[in-house]
Antibody, heavy 121, light 107 residues
């Protein structure tokens, strides 16, 4: 059974940092692109970043470029999202998602349960 | 960025009904469109990709159609577990973008 489990969310201050993790199981992790998608009441569902199987190719939404960094460790079946210079608008539930077909920007199949990031001073 | 607009935003229906949700892209996206179902407090669930292909395990009561800029999701014989929010998403180009959602409520 495919499982994606996110962790690392919590309360952060504007300008602060957080590191999200997503650990996968039930499939050969190193064969898949992976992505982060976030959801907030204000912006709805928003794609954040994705990463290729080898960890070299990465893509980001403009609003997080230079502030967020996606990475992966195939030995640990995990992807990460390092979030710096956090802003109020980064408040959201962050989902880890598997890309099962690399058509266009990627076709999603399995989603994690999400981890909540809240910005508050 | 490509804008995805869903209609209606709210749809009320009864158990046993057939409903259709529309999604329009601000520019042509071929058939690079997916549909997701989300229930309160849960992660989205992938239903359809390539406009009309069902994800593994998704019942055939769900169907999708369209190409270019106009797409539809149809759900037949509504059951209580189908009442949820539905989202479309284009993956034709970066950044992938989602519609604002259609909430399907029990009438």
């Amino acid at each position: 059974e495919v499982q994606l489990v996110e962790s690392g969310g919590g309360l952060a201050q504007p300008g602060g940092s957080l590191r999200l993790s997503c650990t996968a199981s039930g499939f050969t992790f190193s064969n898949y692109w992976m992505t982060w998608v976030r959801q907030s009441p204000v912006k709805g569902l928003e794609w954040v970043a994705n990463i290729r199987q080898d960890g070299v190719a990465k893509n980001y939404v403009d609003s997080v470029k230079g502030r967020f960094a996606i990475s992966r460790d195939n030995a640990k079946n995990s992807i990460y999202l390092e979030m710096n210079s956090l802003r109020a608008e980064d408040t959201a539930v962050y989902f880890c998602v598997r890309i099962f077909l690399t058509s266009g920007s990627g076709i999603y199949d399995y989603w994690g349960q999400g981890t909540l990031v809240t910005l508050s001073s | 960025d490509i804008q995805m607009t869903q209609s209606p935003s709210l749809l009320s229906a009864s158990v046993g009904d057939r409903v259709t949700i529309t999604c329009r892209a601000s520019q042509g996206i071929s058939q690079d469109l997916a549909w997701f179902q989300q229930k309160p407090g849960k992660a989205p669930k992938s239903l359809i990709y390539a406009a009309s292909s069902l994800q593994s395990g998704v019942p055939s009561k769900f169907s999708g159609s369209g190409s270019g800029t106009d797409f539809t999701l149809t759900i037949t014989s509504l059951q209580p577990e189908d009442f949820a929010t539905y989202y479309c998403q284009q993956y034709y180009t970066y950044p992938p973008t989602f519609g604002q959602g259609t909430r399907l409520d029990i009438k």
